[in-house]
Structures are given as structure tokens and as C-alpha cells.
Nanobody, 120 residues
Framework: QVYMVESGGGSVQAGGSLRLSCAAS????????VAWFRQPLGKEREGVAS???????KYADSVKGRFTISKDNAEKSLYLEMNSLKPEDTAMYYC??????????????WGQGTRVTVSS
């Protein structure tokens, strides 16, 4: 059974840090690639970071140098380390999985989201 469950969200002040986790059963399978997305209130969802089966990573320009995506296949876990947080990082954060080689927008599985609020 597929599950993707995020945790680790919360409220922090600007400049602070949070570490998001996603329990992702799909990491059992090497043909799935995983990513983090976020959706600010009233805005469209956007990709934040992705990690391929070989461990290569990509980041949105807005988070480069501040966020780090990682995964532990054995633990079936995906992580997002977020540092130097800004108020504009406030959003619901989702983990998602898709078949590797398919576009980032074509995700097969989504978590329920975890909320991050950054105050100035």
C-alpha cells in the first residue's frame, strides 16, 4: 500500500530553520523519484526541490542555498532541511512521487501536507 505522510511543519521566526520529513513507501522502488512542493495560501502550487533515484537534486531558484533535499531509501523517508527561512516561505508543503523520467508536474502520489509559517 502506498503512503506518503509529511511531518515537521510549524511556526518559526524569519531566519529560523525547520526540517520536514515525509514517510514515503514508494522509496522502496528505485523507479520512483520524489520531490517537495509548496502552496502558499491563495496561490498556485510550486515545485521546491526534487531528488532523483541517483541522488541528483534540483531546487527552485527561490530556495537555492537555503533548502536541502535528501532521502533515505532504507528508511523510506524524504527530508527537506530549510534554513534561513523567510516570510515568503510560508505555505503548505507537500511531498510527491512520480515515475522517474516523467515531468515534475506528473506526480502519481501526494501527501496530505504540512504547514510552515514564518513570521517576520
Amino acid at each position: 500500500q502506498v503512503y506518503m505522510v509529511e511531518s515537521g511543519g510549524g511556526s518559526v521566526q524569519a531566519g529560523g530553520s525547520l526540517r520536514l520529513s515525509c514517510a514515503a513507501s514508494v522509496l522502496t522502488y528505485r523507479w520512483y523519484c520524489v520531490a517537495w512542493f509548496r502552496q502558499p495560501l491563495g496561490k498556485e502550487r510550486e515545485g521546491v526541490a526534487s531528488i532523483a533515484s541517483d541522488g541528483s537534486t534540483k531546487y527552485a531558484d527561490s530556495v537555492k542555498g537555503r533548502f536541502t533535499i535528501s532521502k533515505d531509501n532504507a528508511e523510506k523517508s524524504l527530508y527537506l532541511e530549510m534554513n534561513s527561512l523567510k516570510p515568503e516561505d510560508t505555505a503548505m508543503y507537500y511531498c510527491a512521487a512520480r515515475r522517474c523520467g516523467t515531468p515534475l508536474s506528473q506526480n502519481n502520489y501526494w501527501g496530505q501536507g504540512t504547514r510552515v509559517t514564518v513570521s517576520s
